[in-house]
């Protein structure tokens, strides 16, 4: 089954990171994304840009467009992964392995109901 792993974190603090710091939590997150690919369970990974560069779609009276992510968070996503396991236990492990690689925030582990036709998702 897919799983998306959702990554939460203050983007204040995740901006406010160096380069130095920033690359070690990539190279830590690197070697398990490597090792899940090496498994064949590594299916993608997005990290987004801030919210700063977001616009909402809502749908409400019909579609109204928004300036801004504008969830009711205090952390924001700022990224996820796709893994393909075979039940949550498995999900979850790994997700507290990205979790002490990458500190503070939170993940989200939900699985993927639909893959539209023709994506790159294999």
Known sequence: M????????SEE????????????????????????????????????????AATSV?????PLILDGPFVETKEQLLGFYIFDFDDLDQALEVTKEISAAN??????VRPIGYVAPGTAIT
Do not use: N
Not at 45 to 51: E, G, Q
């Open 103 to 108: 500190p503070g925030g939170g993940h989200e």
């Open 2 to 9: 897919l799983y998306a792993v959702l990554c939460y974190h």
């Open 13 to 52: 603090i995740v901006g406010a990171w160096t380069k130095a710091e920033d690359e070690a939590v990539m190279e830590k997150l690197s070697a398990i994304q490597q090792r899940l690919a090496e498994q064949g369970r590594f299916k993608g990974a997005v990290r987004l840009l801030p919210t700063t």
């Open 58 to 62: 809502r749908s409400a009276d019909g």
